[in-house]
């Protein structure tokens, strides 16, 4: 089927920086979206960037301006730059990718497995 796997998590200090990046494989017939999600510790999961079909962008309010996603839908894969990260910025990072297969199922949410970003001094 389809495999999402995500790098580039760590520790960093806050004011730092990190790039993180995530690549689809298998059966993929035609992205519709890429994103990126976070999750803090005890808090929901929440939309922090996408890029969609057609080239759009939009970010969470609280990553405008410090956050840059980017990616090519042709090579399957997003990416997201992280710049003036502060310690409310950590989180596990979870890339999600809305795409349909080559198999006669509808278009599905396929989720990388989380990589983890600190931001402490």
């Known amino acids: 089927q389809v495999q999402v796997v995500e790098s580039g998590g760590g520790l960093v200090q806050p004011g730092g920086s990190l790039r993180l990046s995530c690549a689809a494989s298998?059966?993929?017939?035609?992205?519709?979206?890429m994103r990126w999600y976070r999750q803090p510790p005890g808090k929901e999961r929440e939309l922090v960037a996408s890029?969609?079909?057609?080239?759009?962008?939009t970010y969470g309010d609280s990553v405008k301006g410090r956050f840059i996603i980017s990616g090519d839908m042709a090579k399957n894969t997003v990416y997201l730059q992280m710049n003036s990260l502060k310690p409310e910025d950590t989180a596990v990072y979870y890339c999600?990718?809305?795409?349909?297969?080559?198999?006669?199922?509808?278009?599905?949410?396929?989720w990388g497995q989380g990589t983890q970003v600190f931001v402490s001094s």
């Open positions: 999600n990718f809305y795409l349909e297969t080559y198999s006669s199922d509808p278009p599905s949410d396929y």
């Open positions: 298998g059966n993929i017939f035609k992205i519709f979206n």
């Open positions: 890029i969609f079909h057609l080239g759009s962008i």
